[in-house]
């Protein structure tokens, strides 16, 4: 049987890419509803070849035959109109950080923690891009070796901002004068995503130190992050340095990786084989590489994690959440 679907901020980068994936993925949607603001209303997106007219979303746009309502039309929003579609009986997979780490809503990877979401109440909610593509890897590590800590540098696209960022990229490589990022980002890195907090951090900084927490179902997992915009305009790149309270061998950590769900090994130096941007653009895996023993510390890990920030961290990985939920519809 279909499933009758929403999609809130539709016209957006994300909202896009939802209904590319749903395409993709061959989700079976029934009837396609599509919402975003009053300037986007009346657009024409396709889906499957048949044209959709965009609407305004307003507070009686849940007044309709809707089961999972997909959600990335930013924080206020979520704010104000997930409760409403929740008690109209719609299940919300919201990708702003609106509800993240509120501890009566779940924070769904489908890799990692699939069986939180059992205990949602109407509202799930989409972790952040840099933080999914993180755990999705480093959750068979963690089953296994037992992670006390994690070190990550992140160095994330432009898209990260939304069209907006893009556009600030383009206009950048044009030695036009930025919008949007506090700097030019052409020729450049940023330690800069998000705004900065009393204790130097950014939030985007410290979203990966919460979310991982929460996701991994692990308060005693350190985390210290540093997360830099650079001009790149799909796909996230991560180094991630681990340290295990167990001992491993790397051929054994190397097989769990490759037989990890969603996770894709590149790890061939040799013959210049890692993740690279430009290669896990437009797939919904996380790519792995660079991996090597850190011989600093007892039992540590380097490794390069890579995957497409508008797919698997955002549009990708809420409608594998909807996957999951259409199996007990």
Known sequence: MGVNVAIVGATGMVGNTFIKVLEDRNFPVDKLYLFASSKSAGKKLKFRENEYTVEELNENSFDRDIQIALFSAGGSTSKKYAPIAASKGITVIDNSSAWRMDENIPLIVPEVNPQDISWNKGIIANPNCSTIQMVVPLKPLHDKYKIKRIVVSTYQAVSGAGKKGVDDLERSLKGEPNQVFPYPIANNCLPHIDVFLPDGYTKEEMKMVNETKKIMNDDSIKVSPTAVRVPVEISHSESVNLEFEKPYEM???????????????????????????????????????????????????????????????????????????????
Request: hydrophobic content about 40%; glycine content about 6%.
């Open 251 to 329: 051929e054994e950590l190397k097989d769990l990786l490759k037989n990890a769900p969603g996770v894709i090994l590149r790890d061939d130096p040799d013959n210049n084989i890692y993740p690279l941007a430009t290669i896990a653009k437009g797939h919904d895996e996380v790519y792995v590489g660079r991996i090597r023993r850190d011989e600093t510390v007892y039992s540590g890990l380097n490794m390069w994690i890579v995957a497409d920030n508008v797919r698997k961290g955002a549009a990708s990985n809420a409608v594998q959440i909807a996957e999951l939920l259409i199996k007990n519809i």
